[in-house]
């Protein structure tokens, strides 16, 4: 039965409705690329609307992707079972006993958990990780990090094939590498990054816990171009943890993604607002 309930506003409601439906055309058969991170998914209630969001976005013919984190589960993991655990600019040292711990964090727990969640918002969704048809092929990033990954062979036909189907792909970072038998970890945001180039993505939305890129003087900059970008790297504006996102930025829109946004997963229906209105967030690097 339909509420009555008049303190609120339908009929705002209802307007901000018809409002998206240009937004709804400029993104229909369109590839968005959603890399969720470890810290962004906390509480219940955060995970429910998240998938909320990736559902709806389904509903109205985008093709979603998400691409999910973990650090701090893996970190819970690791404290449990007593290994010690580093990073290095950004990577955590994998030796074997902890890519064993990583691959059942995030293949186990994390990535069924996101699959769960989206189907109890009553969509689709199959999770996979890079090792699933050979998806993402790695080898290893620098020979200090252990099997850290970096991808150099990507074969995203299976998750057209579940486009095609009408199911949401859930990919853990997770790779496999060139030898038999071996397993590596993967940065979240690089493995993001390395699907939404194979797939030459309209959209990568880089969820983070900051609201974006800042400038010199501390405010959220909406817009850059790749070239404004790296200079704000250059230039020591852009430091810490936004090197690797905006690297990462760089880089998919170097391999064809058409722009990327990096912007605040904790805002309430963070992905609706920078797709679905006028508005936006975060911040926004297109050529
Ligand atoms: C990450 C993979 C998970 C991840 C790790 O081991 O923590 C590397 O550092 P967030 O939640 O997105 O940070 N891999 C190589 O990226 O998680």
């Not at 990507?154 to 071996?182: S, W």
């Not at 912007?263 to 963070?270: C, E, I, W, Y």
Request: aromatic residues 4%; hydrophobic residues 45%; contains cysteine.
């Amino acid at each position: 039965m339909k509420s009555r309930d008049m303190n609120h506003d339908w009929i705002a409601t209802a307007r901000t409705l018809s409002e998206a439906l240009p937004f709804m055309q400029r993104y229909a058969g369109a590839v968005v690329v959603v890399k969720f991170g470890g810290n962004a998914m906390g509480d219940e209630d955060a995970m429910a609307e998240f998938a909320r969001d990736i559902v709806l976005m389904r509903q109205v013919g985008i093709n979603p992707v998400v691409v999910h984190g973990g650090g701090p589960m893996i970190n819970d993991m690791l404290t449990k079972l007593g290994i010690k655990s580093e990073f290095v600019r950004g990577k955590r040292v994998t030796d074997k006993a902890t890519v064993e711990v990583v691959e059942m964090v995030l293949t186990g727990l994390v990535n069924k958990r996101i699959v769960q969640a989206i189907m109890d918002e009553g969509g689709r969704a199959v999770g996979l990780s890079g090792k699933d048809d050979d998806l993402m092929v790695c080898e290893a990033d620098d020979p200090e990090l252990g099997f850290v990954g970096r991808p150099v062979e990507m074969n995203p036909q299976v998750l057209r094939d579940l486009f095609k189907a009408g199911i949401i792909p859930v990919v853990a970072p997770v790779a496999t590498g060139m030898q038999p038998n071996e397993t590596f970890n993967v940065n979240g945001d690089t493995a993001a990054g390395a699907i939404a180039g194979a797939l030459q993505a309209d959209r990568l939305l880089l969820l983070t816990d900051v609201s974006g890129v800042k400038d010199a003087s501390g405010n959220v900059m909406t817009a850059m171009t790749p070239e404004e970008v790296s200079a704000m790297i250059e230039d020591g504006t852009i430091a810490g943890g936004m090197i690797p996102k905006t690297e990462t930025a760089l880089k998919a829109i170097e391999e064809g993604v058409r722009a990327v946004v990096i912007l605040d997963g904790r805002v309430p229906n963070a992905c609706l607002l920078e797709l679905f209105t006028e508005h936006g967030a975060g911040s926004l690097i297109r050529p």
